[in-house]
């Protein structure tokens, strides 16, 4: 009965994707390169992608907690993500999962797909009418792909900085796509990119899995910006850490985080205004007077904040420490 079900289940996803694409044209030419990943040491999964294309990130890009990526390109058709997502769901591989919707696709010779389930399964496909230089490279738990490229050396170099580069799942990702450029890229230029990681194991509360969703939908150099995201991401996820702690009365865990934050954007005032105002909620009041001198410097309206959080309980109603902390404003 349950193999059945199954049977039933995926049938019904195959003749959707068929129905979702009757009479429909092959697809947007979302040309571009990507590559799907699996971290085998934190089960996180991933996928990166850049495009001389607007918006890349609202079409190529899927990835579900515990369940695994997609990237669907070339003339693009969108619910390779989902209907790839929900086959892997119920128990089918990458392999499975895209050899189902491509059967099941009279346009398939122009689309390029790739998919990573969350034991490391891997699948790509590159349909034999995709525009020159096309292919793709599969390695160990993931996989890189490009079309309309001008060299036919994109992909494998993807492939070879991803696996030498060091660091955490975002990070080798960019790399490949870095990579990309170095290599020539896409043979029109760049215009967008974009990047999803999400968690190994799912907590069942999708955007408290994602790690990371960021986009640039259209800028000169997409790779270089999508980077500068990527590490304004990562301090913003210590705050976050740190206000999470804050909430639970720990403090010393929040200082960490807050640091840590600070020390990866250190010009970033909100980067510095809150932990300034952890340490002098706390006691710590020498401690916070230099940071908050830092940040008034930029920009007074921080004091005037200041002054509005006592109201909301954010901060101790306490004129004189308050006076205390004003004093360090910059004089005019």
Not at 106 to 114: C, I, L, P
Not at 129 to 150: K, R
């Amino acid at each position: 009965m349950k193999k059945f079900l199954m049977f039933l289940f995926i049938a019904f996803l195959a003749a959707s994707f068929v129905l979702a694409n009757a009479g429909r044209q092959p697809g947007r030419p979302a040309h571009t390169y990507s590559i799907v990943a699996l971290d085998k040491t934190t089960g996180e999964l991933g996928v990166a992608v850049q495009s001389h294309w607007f918006s890349v990130g609202a079409l190529v890009p899927w990835a579900e907690s515990g369940v695994g990526a997609v990237a669907t390109q070339s003339f693009v058709e969108p619910s390779y993500g989902p209907l790839g997502l929900e086959l892997m769901k119920v128990g089918k591989s990458a392999e499975e999962a895209l050899a189902a919707l491509l059967r099941a696709d009279k346009n398939e010779t122009v689309r390029q797909v790739a998919m990573v389930d969350a034991r490391g399964k891997v699948a790509a496909h590159t349909g034999k009418n995709c525009i020159a230089e096309a292919g793709h490279y599969v390695g160990d738990g993931f996989s890189c792909q490009a079309n309309m490229m001008l060299k036919s050396t994109v992909w494998k170099a993807m492939a070879q900085a991803f696996e030498t580069t060091k660091g955490e799942l975002a990070d080798r990702l960019i790399a490949a796509l870095e990579a990309a450029e170095k290599e020539g890229g896409d043979i029109r230029g760049r215009q967008s990119a974009a990047i999803i990681v999400v968690k190994g194991k799912s907590s069942g509360v999708w955007w408290k899995d994602r790690i990371y969703d960021l986009r640039v939908e259209d800028h000169v150099a997409p790779v270089p910006e999508l980077k500068r995201l990527l590490k304004l991401n990562k301090a913003y996820n210590h705050m976050n850490r740190g206000d999470d702690y804050m909430t639970d009365g720990m403090t010393a865990e929040a200082m960490k985080e807050y640091t840590k934050g600070m020390e990866i954007y250190p010009d970033n005032p909100e980067m510095i205004f809150w932990p300034a105002v952890t340490l002098a909620s706390t006691g710590k009041v020498d401690e916070s007077l230099p940071l908050f001198k830092k940040v008034f410097a930029q920009d007074s309206n921080w004091a005037v904040l200041l002054e509005r959080l006592p109201k909301a309980g954010q901060f101790p109603n306490d004129k004189k420490l308050i006076r205390k902390i004003l004093a360090v404003m910059p004089k005019k």
